[in-house]
């Protein structure tokens, strides 16, 4: 008997009894399904945080903490299982502060071409002479202008200007009054800000240098210049102890282009260790939001191979059913001059074949899945975020998949077909 | 090789089980079966007549004794070369047919030709001559499932015949059938022996069928006793 008259043969043998081998298919079915899709989620998601890495730029630019608030954060957080004793070297609040001193400290490490405090900032609301209405914002300084930020109409914030800038989210254009992100350039928002003492509200006008597009980077913030953010914090605290007036709980540096390279970039985070600070670059950010979605990934991966598991189970199972309902024609087979090795083959290609048919499915149905919800995500929650597919298949992937399960059925047919290849042709053509 | 026998028996024992659980199913029998000829195996049931056919047909081996098929002795052979020569030189008919009864008339009759790796149109010419000599060739298309007992039976002889053997075993090839499909059989059976040169080993506990062949071998616990 020839190997694709085996193959052919396990295959029509499946027809025999269709419900069961049916059965046995959706259950290897629902295992690839659930991989296959969780796979194609991670490598969507994936895919789309490394093209915004690609085009977010920041090279050289980090983010600096005291490493004392990396430890409170650590020690408040579910991580921790006990109360924390307080040390006032460590703990206290003023810990916590990024003061002239630190800006100094960390100015002093080869690399770091400039370093400054960075200011949380906030207003009541914006407005525009176009309208009365008010809308809540959020406002961000931009701490570098390495970072590159999808435009869709005019430019970045000037972050040295004197004048106060703000690069809007693309949302506010037309409740603001505006035609087009276009003509919404170089026109004038004005920014209120509350004064913590007086209670008393100061608008503060601001030129839009460009307006963005939707991003995963952005988050939906308005970018402003340092000259703005000062403004708005010199109005807010207005009245109150001058250390309260420049409180800043981060520090944002920019190296030098000679300390670019991700080495040069480790060995200053080192040294800034050394001192007692945290620094984290833009991957590091961005990676800490990659590992989460491949903690996520691993964990519904893992549930799809319990159920492949559990299909392997199924795959004995029936093999084993049909080993015993062809017992009668394995023994006259035999007498009739099959090798054991043959049956073996035969029985290993009906697993193999199931877990095929199985996988093949998981594959057609996956992609149609695929279709709709990416086709639905792009309508609903995905609609600011052009370019950003949910879900992406890498074909190699797909076929590693496919063999992976082929590979798993043939493993489990193993012990039927050596069931079927050790039956004796006597006691076969004997059994009722 | 000057001896006629197509196989010959020496001194064979079988004994089944072990120890205090022994049972021998063959006692030292010696038999000679010659190119041609037929002969009946008969014997009541747990006489070892059954033992004694499936020793001669290699599907088991003898715990003493060799078995010479051929001119070639067979029980020294390889699992491999054995399944050839029962492939090759072989049929087998057997009393409850042992067919695939979904499947249609002629792949059940192709199987052995199909194990053999005979290609599929000569497959195909060939069951059709062999179902042809058991005159059922308008029942090609139909599944076995559908045919009356003689006629399963006669599928079951082309099926034996397709391969060309030169033995053809029958393990009480009428024992489930009536007396007039019966005769149909043994007269296909007798007609192939006689004309087609094939020799024809028939196990039986049926006189009249033995006696239609050219030797009787009468078997009794164990031992030829005629």
């Known amino acids: 008997m020839s190997l694709i008259e085996v193959i052919k043969s396990a295959n029509s043998n499946l027809l025999r009894n269709k419900g069961r081998s049916l059965l046995t298919i959706l259950a290897i079915f629902i295992g690839t399904f659930t991989i296959i899709m969780t796979t194609g989620i991670n490598t969507g998601v994936n895919g789309y945080i490394d093209k915004q890495m690609n085009s977010a730029g920041g090279e050289g630019y980090l983010e600096i903490m005291p490493e004392a608030t990396m430890e409170l954060m650590a020690s408040a957080s579910m991580l921790s299982s006990e109360a924390q004793e307080y040390n006032p070297d460590k703990n206290a609040s003023d810990a916590q502060v990024i003061s002239d001193d630190d800006i100094a400290e960390i100015k002093k490490v080869d690399g770091v071409k400039s370093a400054k405090k960075w200011h949380m900032t906030s207003a009541e609301y914006i407005t525009s002479v176009k309208t009365d209405k008010k809308y809540v914002i959020e406002l961000a300084t931009m701490p570098t202008d390495t970072i590159n930020v999808d435009m869709s109409a005019g430019a970045m914030v000037d972050i040295d200007a004197e004048k106060p800038q703000i690069a809007l989210a693309d949302k506010y254009v037309a409740p603001l009054g505006f035609d087009s992100d276009e003509s919404a350039v170089g026109q004038t928002v004005k920014l209120a800000v509350k004064n913590v003492v007086t209670k008393e509200i100061v608008e503060i006008e601001a030129v839009i240098s460009g307006v963005m597009n939707p991003s995963v980077i952005g988050f939906g913030r308005s970018w402003i210049n340092d000259s703005l953010s000062q403004r708005l914090s010199e109005s807010a605290s207005e009245g109150l102890p001058a250390e309260y007036k420049d409180r800043a709980f981060l520090a944002v540096a920019q190296l030098e282009e000679d300390y670019y390279s991700k080495e040069k970039m480790q060995e200053i985070k080192d040294a800034l260790k050394d001192m007692g600070y945290s620094a984290m670059t833009v991957e590091d950010e961005v990676g800490m939001i990659k590992s989460f979605f491949d903690a996520i990934t691993i964990v519904l991966t893992i549930f799809g191979m319990i159920a492949l598991v559990a299909a392997s189970i199924g795959i004995i199972n029936t093999l084993y059913m049909a080993v015993q309902e062809r017992t009668r024609e394995i023994g006259l087979m035999k007498a009739m001059g099959l090798g054991k090795g043959k049956i073996r083959t035969m029985f290993s290609f009906e697993a193999v074949a199931l877990g095929f048919w199985g996988a093949v499915l998981g594959v057609a149905v996956a992609y149609a899945a695929k279709e709709v919800t990416n086709g639905l995500a792009a309508q609903t929650f995905l609609k600011d975020l052009p370019g950003f597919t949910l879900i992406a298949f890498n074909p190699l992937n797909l076929v590693y998949i496919v063999l992976l399960i082929m590979a798993i059925a043939f493993l489990a047919g193993t012990l039927p077909a050596r069931k079927a290849s050790k039956l004796d042709p006597i006691e076969s053509l004997r059994y009722e | ?226």
Do not use: W
């Open chain 2, 1 to 226: 090789m000057a001896s006629n026998n197509v196989i010959s028996v020496k001194n064979v024992k079988k004994v089944y089980g072990k120890k205090s659980h022994e049972f021998v199913a063959l006692k030292n029998v010696d038999l000679d079966i010659k190119r041609g000829e037929s002969v009946a195996i008969i014997g009541k049931s747990g006489s070892g007549k059954s033992t004694l056919m499936h020793i001669l047909a290699l599907l088991d081996s003898p715990t003493r004794g060799t078995v010479t098929v051929n001119g070639v002795e067979s029980t020294a052979l390889k699992q491999r070369r054995i399944n050839k020569i029962r492939n090759r030189e072989f049929g087998f008919v057997f009393q409850q047919f042992f067919m695939n009864s979904r499947d249609t008339v002629l792949n059940n009759v192709m199987l052995p030709l199909k194990i053999a790796g005979v290609r599929k149109s000569e497959r195909k010419r060939r069951a059709m001559q062999a179902l042809k000599i058991v005159e059922l060739t308008d029942k090609v298309k139909n599944k076995a499932n559908d045919l009356s007992g003689g006629q399963k039976q006669r599928v079951c002889i082309a099926r034996a015949l397709v391969n060309s053997p030169s033995v053809i075993f029958a393990d009480e090839p009428t024992g489930n059938l009536d007396s007039v499909t019966g005769k149909k059989v043994e007269d296909i059976l007798m007609r192939l022996n006689k004309k087609g040169g094939i020799t024809l080993i028939v196990v039986t506990h049926d006189e009249d069928l033995a006696q239609k062949c050219d030797r009787q071998i009468y078997i009794k616990d164990g031992r030829i006793v005629k």
